[in-house]
């Protein structure tokens, strides 16, 4: 092999390798089946919240009063309620386990999209990697809304936008159709990291942060989710149960559970931080936790089991 | 306390003027609006400029429009109408007596038209020609009989088929007037449903001219059981509102759970015996606010006194 021959196979590796390492440093590929672990948030996530629990939401007055409104019996008496899915800000903190894949333009093997499956109500997601814009305005909202995606680093952010309305948290805590969510993604090795934000300027005073996490699970299989709507409790046609305004006997039962103050469990900005416990002078922590202590996960030791809730109606 | 909330109520039930059919004028400036025009499904879509959104369904026997916007818009919403069909508006139907839903029944038709001989067939419940034919009211003006829909109807339904699918006019009895109707385009599955339904606003009872918030609340449900989602509360059967953005059921069970937890929260401010301006003090809407518009003393005091009505 002569010195011009060896030179043009060298600017062809080079350039070969200019051109596939490129998108792999930019590029991390989230393909795969995930399992959702479960160590944030486990009581919230797996049972549900406890009603009357807004500790640390930065929520307004008009989102603790929709939330004290709330009545769970709603689910069982409107039809239209018992298929909804999680949204896709909720979507990540629920039956979390998800399949994620990439599509590629063969043409120019670019990624034009990441798509997800959800278990939960097989709900799908479409994450826009080319560049396309948002719909406007006039375009209908969509439980999992309208995504796209940037690279920074090695870091996905995700923008999504034409949210149905749907909750913060399944005790009645809404959010609007009007937020909007940004995901930041991280893979490291098998593990992924997803912390959320959402923005959202009719119920929220400040972004809500919050994170999850998968691990990789190449044996995963997800089944078919599969929902029927029928009437669980016989209601004149379009009632709607709710509570009046101050006439929500439930919402104490959370800070007496737990041995909190109630002003703290009513949610706000200020509950957030850790400055906020020296506004609670009078409060004494109790002796014994009885309900969820050290609770890292639903089953198993280190996790009791709360007794049945009491009827109070 | 009973009869002195009755007295003030009849006392000031005639001062009452929530937006009324024509007290509302046009915009003064039209010149800047630009028409979108949304594909909304199947044969349906939506064309959204300053008045109400209008509805339009084309296929080879023509066009069909749900409501007109104003007349000064007519020249922009026939160019953006020839860009889905040239074939002439041989259907219009008025989803109520507004002027922002009616205004263009004249000149839309007369200049979509204007190259062909073609009747066009404006249709209304009965009593939009009712309000827009008797005499006016105070210092309401009086409608031109040119914009006045001819073919009425007094049934609960009236039907027909247009380019290859059936078309479902229902009235909705005193909801947001006592004119309201809705349009079913069931192969499109695309219902427009005017001012009965309009996301992120809270709803416009016009009780002069026979609105209630029973019966809106009767319309919302009324419109529920038609749509059907397709999978998990999502698609399927579209919404058009009368403005804002296209919906699905999802949507509309929102906006209905919202008028009734309403509607319940007044009742029960009433049962206390209290008076109208005792009930805006207590704001019972004041959750809600923030997602339709803010604080909106005439949508409260429409539901206070249709409520009071009724005793």
């Given amino acids: ?313 | 306390m009973k009869i002195r909330i009755l007295l003030l109520t009849f006392a000031t039930v005639g001062a009452l003027h929530q937006r009324t059919a024509w007290s509302q004028t046009a915009p003064a400036n039209l010149d800047s609006v630009e028409i979108q025009t949304i594909h909304v499904q199947g044969s349906v879509y939506m064309l959204v400029g300053a008045g109400g959104n209008m509805t339009i369904q084309v296929g080879n026997d023509g066009v069909l429009v749900v409501d007109t916007q104003y007349e000064q818009l007519a020249p922009k919403l026939v160019a953006a109408i020839r860009k889905l069909s040239e074939k002439p508006i041989v259907w219009v139907v008025n989803t109520a007596v507004d002027a922002d839903h009616v205004g263009g029944n004249d000149a839309l038709p007369r200049l979509a038209n204007a190259a062909i001989r073609q009747n066009v067939r404006i249709i209304a419940h009965e009593n939009v020609v009712n309000r827009m034919s008797s005499a006016p009211r105070g210092t309401d003006p009086v409608v031109p009989d040119k914009l006045w829909p001819n073919d009425e109807y007094f049934l609960p339904q009236k039907d027909f088929s247009f380019n290859g699918e059936a078309v479902v006019v229902s009235h909705m009895p005193a909801a947001h007037t006592d004119g309201d109707s809705i349009v079913f385009f069931r192969s499109s599955n695309v219902l427009s449903v005017g001012d009965i339904f309009t996301p992120g606003r809270y709803p416009v009872i016009d009780l002069r001219n026979g609105g209630s918030v029973q019966g809106l609340i009767n319309a919302l449900n009324r419109i529920l059981q038609i749509t059907v989602p397709l999978k998990y509360q999502e698609g399927g059967t579209y919404v058009i509102p009368g403005h804002g953005r296209i919906c699905d059921e999802a949507d509309v069970v929102e906006y209905r759970d919202m008028v009734t937890i309403i509607r319940d929260r007044v009742q029960d401010l009433l049962k206390k015996g209290m008076t109208l301006e005792q009930v805006k003090v207590a704001r019972p809407t004041r959750d809600y606010d923030p997602e339709y518009g803010g604080p909106n003393d005439t949508f409260l005091e429409a539901v206070y006194r249709s409520l009071s009505a009724k005793k």
């Fill in chain 1, 1 to 313: 092999m002569n010195s011009i021959n060896r030179g043009r196979i060298f600017i062809i590796l080079a350039v070969l390798a200019f051109a596939t390492a490129a998108p792999s440093f930019a590029q991390i590929d989230f393909s795969g089946e995930w399992a959702p672990l479960y160590h944030e948030d486990a009581p919230e996530r797996g049972p549900g919240p406890e009603l009357g629990d807004y500790l640390e939401m930065p929520i307004n007055d008009a989102a603790r009063l929709r939330a004290d409104s709330w009545d769970a019996d709603r689910i069982s008496v409107v039809q239209e309620y018992q298929c909804r899915p999680h949204a896709a800000d909720y979507a990540l903190r629920g039956l979390g386990n998800i399949r994620i894949w990439r599509e590629i333009d063969t043409a120019t093997q670019r990624l034009i999209a990441f798509h997800m499956h959800f278990l939960a109500w097989d709900s799908e997601r479409t994450i826009w990697m080319d560049g396309r814009p948002h719909p406007g305005d006039y375009a209908p909202h969509t439980w999992q809304g309208f995504s796209t995606g940037v690279w920074e680093g090695n870091m996905l952010t995700v923008t999504t936008t034409h949210l149905k309305a749907n909750y913060l948290r399944r005790n009645g805590l809404p959010r609007s159709d009007k937020a909007i969510l940004t995901e930041h993604w991280t893979r490291h090795a098998d593990w992924l990291t997803i912390v959320s934000v959402i923005e959202d300027p009719v119920f929220l005073t400040e972004p809500l942060v919050r994170s999850d996490n998968w691990y990789l699970d190449p044996g995963q299989a997800i089944g078919v989710f599969g929902c029927e709507p029928a009437p669980e409790v016989p209601a004149p046609e379009g009632t709607v149960p709710h509570w009046l305004p101050g006439a929500n006997p439930n919402l104490r039962e959370f800070a007496g559970w737990y041995g909190l103050p109630f002003e703290a469990t009513r949610g706000g900005a200020e509950t957030l931080y850790p400055e906020y416990r020296s506004r609670l002078r009078d409060y004494k922590a109790p002796e014994k936790c009885e309900r969820y202590c050290a609770c890292t996960t639903l089953i198993g030791p280190g996790c009791n089991v709360p007794p049945p809730r009491p009827v109070t109606r």
